[in-house]
């Protein structure tokens, strides 16, 4: 018997290693592109025919699940630390700080206390002594625990989007000191997605044609400064986008005072700070409208995983699907973002290529915060502690073996008919076999068991009824 165990254990050891193996990080060079505001859906949408030209040998991630609030500055932060926004302290676009009594916004963000509740893979990268470079990513152009990109661009929406790719490949090719890391961030189809609104087809076609122009300027860049073939590419964004209209706006005036509280933050969702009494604002606020949810700070949903930071003031409103929260007026965009990050319609995609990972292939989902662990793995970097998990996305890169049900149950039952072939083998050969000599039962007489020779018997039965 032992000789059937050993046979069969090597082919099945042959089987492994015949197939795909980890192959190894053929370079550390990354690059992370994001596009603001890109809905997964617009891949299906519209014609994009340079994307789907870099999917060609690619990987495509079909949906990415984004953090809640799904808004721009916190979701990019999330990418490069891993973290839920209650973990890395950017919990909006807007803020209040009430231990230093300062507020947070476009014209004011650049104090390092904002940001330094977490470390941004570029610090990390560059403390390891590496080069980084970044043209326009949220929070690049802040010095945070007494570091900034090696190379960035200080926050600027009028530099074009040439200017943007003609700075990255410079910093890719420098002959002194390249960057092996970098990230780009292009304000649109976001931009126009507030405009319009994702469900004007006419008008989001033109706007999706430019973003698809900017991807093949990309790549046409990078080829031209020879880095194309040994440069990995991530190309993803921060949220989608959800169609508004003038008849579904909540004005919060209709139901309480604003000498009462103060309005941190509004737009889809609201970050209320009450001047007086908390329970009362609350009270007033709930019934306010059945499409707005109202929080009290501890009483928030565990899946926002938003709740366990200061910044996060008393009272959160979120409105549902596709409403605007306003104090009074009427509404200034038919698109937004910010709302529940389980809505199909807020989550954006991931595509990437490159030696890190597999070609041609592609996964359902994964988590905004899966992006910062798989970044680290192709870095070569040890990860900080963070929300995400590299086992959500071991499947896209081309250095990790990964098995989906189809392949398992392939394997197995290629492994159960190996096996049974090579049993009804030796049943047969030793049926064949003369009389065994004097003492010949001590080198193979598998019979010694009968319930192995019954078994044998059986398993040649099946093989031979299955092949019928």
Not at 169 to 198: I, N, Q, R, V
Not at 455 to 461: D, F, I, K, P, S
């Amino acid at each position: 018997m032992s000789r059937v165990i050993f046979i069969v254990s090597f082919l099945h050891g042959l089987m492994f290693c015949t197939g795909d193996q980890p192959k190894g990080n053929a370079t550390t060079r990354l690059l992370l592109v994001s596009f603001d505001g890109f809905r997964a859906d617009y891949l299906t949408r519209f014609d994009l025919p340079n994307l789907q030209e870099f999917l060609k040998g690619g990987v495509l991630v079909d949906e990415v699940k984004n953090v809640f609030v799904t808004k721009t500055v916190p979701s990019h932060y999330s990418m490069v630390t891993g973290l839920y926004e209650e973990s890395h302290g950017i919990v909006a676009n807007n803020m209040y700080d009430a231990a230093t009594k300062k507020t947070f916004n476009n014209a004011n963000y650049k104090e390092s206390f904002w940001w330094e509740e977490a470390t941004p893979i570029w610090v990390t990268y560059q403390a390891q002594g590496h080069k980084s470079g970044a043209a326009m990513w949220p929070g690049t152009d802040v010095v945070i625990h007494g570091s900034s990109p090696t190379y960035y661009l200080d926050y600027n929406r009028n530099v074009t989007f040439a200017e943007r790719i003609g700075n990255i490949t410079t910093w890719f090719t420098k002959p002194d000191d390249p960057a092996t890391f970098a990230t780009l961030y292009w304000e649109e189809p976001d931009s126009s997605g507030h405009l319009y609104g994702p469900d004007d087809t006419a008008n989001m076609t033109q706007v999706l044609k430019a973003v698809d122009e900017n991807i093949g300027s990309l790549m046409a860049k990078l080829k031209e400064a020879k880095v194309w073939d040994t440069l990995n590419v991530i190309i993803t964004s921060d949220h989608g986008m959800a169609q508004c209209s003038k008849e579904r706006v909540i004005q919060l005036d209709r139901c309480i005072s604003r000498e009462k509280y103060t309005l941190v933050d509004v737009s889809t969702i609201a970050a209320v700070l009450p001047v007086g009494d908390v329970q009362e604002v609350y009270d007033q606020l709930k019934n306010c409208s059945p499409n707005m949810q109202v929080y009290l700070k501890q009483d928030i949903p565990d899946h926002y995983h938003y709740k366990h930071n200061s910044r996060i003031q008393p009272i959160l409103l979120v409105a549902d699907e596709g409403w605007f929260i306003v104090q009074n007026g009427s509404l200034p965009t038919l698109g937004n973002h910010g709302y529940d990050n389980r809505l199909p319609s807020m989550h954006p995609f991931l595509a990437a290529r490159g030696p890190a990972f597999q070609k041609d292939y592609k996964i359902p989902s994964i988590n905004s915060v899966d992006i910062y662990p798989m970044m680290c793995h192709i870095l070569g970097i040890k990860e900080l502690p963070n929300n995400g998990t590299l086992s959500n996305s071991k499947c896209l890169l081309a250095d990790k073996w990964c098995l989906h049900l189809p392949e398992t149950i392939g394997i197995v039952l290629g492994s159960l008919l190996v096996l049974t072939t090579l049993t009804c083998i030796i049943v047969f050969l030793r049926k064949k076999l003369p009389s065994p000599r004097q003492f010949s039962r001590l080198e193979f007489q598998d019979d010694d068991d009968p319930l192995i020779g019954e078994t044998l018997e059986v398993l040649c039965v099946f093989w031979k009824t299955s092949l019928r």
